[in-house]
């Protein structure tokens, strides 16, 4: 099992920036596939960007290509999410999940293992 914290959200004027981080404990994270995830008040759960094991191949949602960066350092256990010129539509919790397969996924019932989520605030 693994499990998951976010941190680094806030509240940011649209066009700024912010990075969240999601620290992995337990079995080692270089085990799964990572991914982050939204969810906006009154609206399901989307993806965003997933990662694979090694950090080679990284897959994103349309609506945050060339905008939103997804890393991770296996040595300290850490997801990153680098989010640039955001958008008020980008307000929502933000999740960070894993997945013990070698495979990327979007899907939400794909993922085994969630954090509790970190709220991003972007201002008009």
């Known amino acids: 099992q693994v499990q998951l914290v976010e941190s680094g959200g806030g509240l940011v004027q649209a066009g700024g920036s912010l990075r969240l981080s999601c620290a992995a404990s337990?079995?080692?994270?270089?085990?799964?596939?990572m991914a982050w995830f939204r969810q906006a008040p009154g609206k399901e759960r989307e993806f965003v960007a997933c990662?694979?094991?090694?950090?080679?191949?990284?897959y994103y949602a349309n609506f945050v290509k060339g905008r939103f960066t997804i890393s991770r350092d296996n040595a300290k256990n850490t997801l990153y999410l680098q989010m640039n010129s955001l958008k008020p539509e980008d307000t929502a919790v933000y999740y960070c999940?894993?997945?013990?397969?070698?495979?990327?996924?979007?899907?939400?019932?794909?993922?085994?293992?969630w954090g509790q989520g970190t709220q991003v605030t972007v201002s008009s």
């Open positions: 337990g079995r080692t994270s270089s085990s799964y596939v």
């Open positions: 999940a894993a997945r013990p397969n070698i495979s990327l996924h979007v899907r939400v019932s794909a993922y085994d293992y």
């Open positions: 990662i694979s094991r090694s950090g080679d191949n990284t």
